[in-house]
């Protein structure tokens, strides 16, 4: 499919750049440069605006009566695939820009609301390559896929030492697809060899909540809990079949985010050094069994013979994954912070389902991040390296054996920063 622009409104204009490598699966590795550097933990933390996405209960312990902040990112990929009819190919050189923004007010002292605008998940891939017959010869595959959150937030001080808070906006999703496919059904078609080329947008409500507590002055724990999100993408899907033609569909792409829980502690030490750990579970299993595309109403006459209406279900089969990331804060003098951090998370994607569409195999994440103040900003800037080994597939899950005996590597380096600004 040609890619197009997103256009999907401001939650997702500028605010996201979608890649499939800062991720746990397509979940992102912490979000702003702060958590960013100490390794993506922002649980039991409240240091920071993105907490009403990580955990929404730590705004209330913000410091400042106002708060507003902002964030880009630079993610430059470094992607692989190769099969029988390709040679160990690289991706297309393209680095993604990456947002957020969030503002907060304390309406009490136990009481702070806030709105924030947050690139969530995502996943990317663009190569030219050999086709699969009957579509031999130089091809296009891409893929795009986007998550933005839109969450308006509730945070409350229950006690001294307790706090909750919740979240509940909106998520904004977008997917396109281009490239050779053989069709999987269950449909009329199935097993037929295509040219596709589909997109999708759509809205679907979020809902998240959390809680932290203060064991003691220096120590802090947190949980936080992230609902699924199942979307319904409107949108339009152009398929080629060998000797009927092309035909344009209206469709629909329905696709699940997974619902997440996490648990975190931060502990300061007598010499103001701060440990952090988080530790999450993704429901890779739940949400990403399969996606499905459902076509209908097609533009021309041979397919609405030949199959007026399609349902094509692509196979995923994820399975679980708990992400640990762990993260360091040394002050150093006139107020900077020096951090580092690491993440690990087991590859989601069993090697049967794996093609070049959805690469996100990375395991490892090795971060770095510096903070200073300038003329009244708080500003971080943060580098995450991510990588993961080669994976194989022997015999693919997909009908028509296009992914049999192939191979994917992939890496990225992130490049981020933030501005705070307190009130």
């Not at 190569?127 to 091809?139: C, L």
């Not at 595959?141 to 909106?170: E, F, N």
């Not at 629909?252 to 619902?259: A, F, L, R, T």
Request: glycine residues 12%; hydrophobic residues 40%.
């Amino acid at each position: 499919m040609k890619v197009r622009s997103i256009g999907i409104g401001l939650a997702l204009t500028g605010l996201i750049g979608t890649s499939n490598l800062c991720a746990d699966g397509t979940i992102r590795d912490g979000v702003g440069a702060r958590s960013i550097g100490r390794g993506g933990t922002n649980i039991a933390h409240h240091d920071n605006a993105h907490v009403m996405l990580d955990n929404p209960s730590g705004l209330a312990r913000l410091e400042g009566e106002h708060l507003f902040e902002i964030g880009g990112h630079l993610l430059l990929t470094d992607l692989e695939y190769w099969d029988a009819d390709n040679p160990r190919t690289g991706d297309t050189d393209n680095p993604f820009p990456i947002g957020e923004v969030a503002i907060a007010k304390r309406l009490s002292d136990d009481v702070v609301v806030g709105l924030g605008m947050f690139s969530h998940a995502g996943f990317a891939a663009e190569y030219t390559m050999n086709g699969p017959s009957p579509f031999s010869g130089p091809r296009h595959y891409k893929s795009i896929g986007a998550l933005a959150r839109l969450l308006p937030t509730l945070s409350l001080r229950l006690t001294d030492r307790l706090s909750a808070g919740a979240a509940v906006g909106a998520s904004v999703g977008h997917i396109e697809f281009e490239g050779p496919y053989t069709l999987q059904g269950p449909n009329a078609l199935a097993g037929t060899p295509t040219l596709v080329d589909a997109q999708g947008t759509g809205v679907a409500p979020h809902w998240s909540v959390g809680l932290q507590y203060e064991l003691t002055e220096a120590t802090t724990i947190g949980i936080s809990y992230i609902a699924e999100t199942e979307m319904s993408l409107n949108g339009t899907t152009v398929t080629t079949v060998p000797l009927a033609g092309t035909a344009r569909y209206d469709s629909v792409i329905e696709k699940s985010w997974p619902k997440m829980l996490g648990i975190g502690i931060a502990h300061r030490t007598a010499a103001d050094r701060t440990f952090s750990m988080d530790a999450i579970w993704l429901d890779w299993s739940g949400s990403y069994q399969q996606i499905d595309l459902n076509l209908k109403t097609p533009d021309n006459p041979t397919f609405q013979v030949l199959a007026p209406t399609l349902v094509e279900s692509i196979p995923l089969s994820w399975r679980d994954t708990v992400s640990l990331r762990f993260g360091v804060e040394q002050p150093l003098a006139n107020d900077n912070v020096f951090r580092v951090g690491y993440a690990y998370h087991r590859n989601p994607i069993p090697s049967a389902t794996l093609t070049p569409f959805i690469q996100t195999t990375v395991e490892h994440s090795l971060c770095f991040g510096y903070g200073w103040n300038w003329g009244g900003c708080e500003m971080d800037f943060a580098y995450q390296w991510m990588f993961g080994p080669d994976q194989y597939v022997g015999t693919s899950d997909f009908t028509g054996g296009d992914f049999d005996q192939s191979g994917t590597f992939a890496a990225a380096h992130q490049f981020s920063l933030s501005l705070r600004r307190r009130r």
